[in-house]
């Protein structure tokens, strides 16, 4: 099977293609486990320390470009896996950007997805930015979308696309919105939520981290293993499974800034937590605010999918993923 993960040079992109390259099958729509022959990461650029595997074919290029498509989505394309955006606070500085990347990328993928020889299982990571505006207090599966970003509406109108193109049988598509990631590890990207990774990561380091939201700001969160373990597991879902949607609510937990803080200081003392202060700041703030905080995901348990037990698991699992001496 030849699969595609567009966004692969970014951190889930490569721990997915990592996830892939060890299984090294993948589940087909009649039902067996397909043995994994070509893995495509398409990213406009790449780190130097890429795995070596004869099965990995890299390509640096844009995903809006309707050559470079066809190149990586060639006939035989299985699988893919639709990562490749930029992020919520870049898209919202910059519209154009955003549009193009996000929205022309996406309906050129999905146009391009439609020429495979048979229609390839494609898995579309979109976001809890899909909601906003007056929210109840806790959402569920049956809230309407009211994007109130330009990332937002850039995914869920991703997520009408690939629904419709589901229901021609151009191709079998699932979309997951995310939670806020944490922790992801590297430097700090443009991401708005890029905070709640880094009032964790820089302090663990040594390194002094700038807070731009509140104390008592709610953040829905899934690790990078649950994540992980959720593309893989809505791929493998027969088509069966999305019945009347093909859109899910990823299952995660709500942890308050002052939450995560008391995770760390249980994880790793005092004096590691003194190295977040608080610096508000009004751009992050009004884009963080419209994301809900609090889900009920009943159809996605019911699914199969999971949420991380607690907030001091995410960390220590951070920990002993990246091997990081706690620097107190």
């Given at each position: 099977?030849?699969?595609?993960?567009?966004?692969?040079g970014g951190?889930?992109?490569l721990?997915?293609?990592?996830?892939?390259?060890a299984?090294g099958?993948?589940?087909t729509?009649?039902g067996?486990?397909?043995?994994?022959?070509?893995?495509?990461?398409?990213?406009?650029?790449?780190?130097?320390?890429m795995?070596a595997d004869a099965?990995l074919?890299i390509?640096?290029g844009?995903?809006s470009?309707?050559?470079?498509?066809e190149?990586?989505?060639?006939?035989?394309?299985?699988?893919?896996?639709?990562?490749a955006?930029?992020v919520?606070?870049?898209?919202?500085?910059d519209?154009?950007?955003?549009?193009?990347v996000?929205?022309?990328?996406t309906?050129?993928?999905l146009e391009?997805?439609?020429?495979c020889a048979?229609?390839?299982?494609?898995?579309?990571a979109?976001?809890?930015?899909a909601f906003?505006?007056?929210?109840p207090?806790?959402?569920d599966?049956a809230t309407?979308?009211?994007?109130?970003?330009?990332?937002?509406?850039?995914k869920?109108?991703?997520?009408?696309?690939?629904a419709?193109?589901s229901?021609?049988g151009?191709l079998?598509?699932?979309?997951?919105?995310?939670?806020?990631?944490v922790?992801?590890?590297?430097?700090?990207n443009a991401?708005?939520?890029?905070f709640?990774?880094?009032i964790?990561r820089?302090?663990?380091?040594g390194?002094?981290s700038?807070c731009?939201?509140?104390?008592?700001?709610?953040v829905?969160?899934l690790?990078?293993?649950r994540?992980?373990e959720?593309?893989l597991?809505a791929?493998?879902l027969?088509?069966?499974?999305w019945?009347?949607?093909?859109?899910?609510n990823?299952?995660?937990?709500?942890?308050?800034v002052?939450e995560?803080l008391d995770?760390l200081r249980?994880?790793?003392?005092?004096?590691?937590v003194?190295?977040?202060?608080f610096?508000?700041?009004?751009?992050?703030?009004?884009?963080?605010?419209?994301?809900?905080s609090?889900?009920?995901?009943p159809r996605?348990?019911?699914m199969g999918f999971r949420?991380?037990?607690?907030?001091?698991?995410v960390?220590r699992?951070?920990?002993a993923?990246?091997?990081?001496?706690?620097?107190?």
């Amino acid at each position: 099977m030849r699969v595609v993960i567009t966004g692969g040079g970014g951190f889930l992109g490569l721990k997915l293609a990592k996830a892939l390259l060890a299984r090294g099958t993948l589940a087909t729509g009649e039902g067996t486990e397909a043995r994994l022959s070509k893995l495509v990461l398409l990213d406009a650029a790449f780190p130097s320390d890429m795995p070596a595997d004869a099965r990995l074919e890299i390509v640096t290029g844009d995903v809006s470009d309707a050559a470079t498509l066809e190149r990586v989505l060639t006939p035989d394309t299985g699988s893919v896996f639709h990562l490749a955006a930029v992020v919520s606070g870049a898209a919202e500085a910059d519209f154009d950007l955003g549009d193009r990347v996000n929205l022309e990328g996406t309906r050129r993928l999905l146009e391009r997805a439609r020429r495979c020889a048979t229609p390839p299982r494609l898995v579309f990571a979109s976001s809890v930015a899909a909601f906003g505006g007056v929210l109840p207090p806790v959402l569920d599966d049956a809230t309407t979308p009211t994007p109130q970003t330009s990332y937002g509406t850039q995914k869920v109108i991703g997520e009408y696309l690939i629904a419709d193109m589901s229901r021609k049988g151009f191709l079998d598509g699932r979309a997951l919105r995310l939670p806020t990631i944490v922790v992801r590890p590297g430097k700090p990207n443009a991401a708005a939520s890029s905070f709640a990774s880094g009032i964790l990561r820089e302090p663990l380091n040594g390194v002094e981290s700038p807070c731009p939201v509140a104390a008592e700001t709610g953040v829905w969160l899934l690790s990078p293993k649950r994540v992980i373990e959720a593309f893989l597991h809505a791929h493998d879902l027969p088509a069966s499974a999305w019945p009347s949607t093909r859109t899910v609510n990823l299952p995660g937990i709500t942890v308050s800034v002052a939450e995560m803080l008391d995770g760390l200081r249980r994880v790793a003392g005092e004096s590691v937590v003194r190295r977040v202060t608080f610096a508000p700041d009004a751009r992050i703030q009004a884009i963080v605010k419209t994301w809900p905080s609090r889900l009920n995901t009943p159809r996605a348990l019911a699914m199969g999918f999971r949420a991380d037990p607690d907030i001091d698991t995410v960390i220590r699992d951070y920990v002993a993923d990246e091997k990081i001496s706690v620097v107190s």
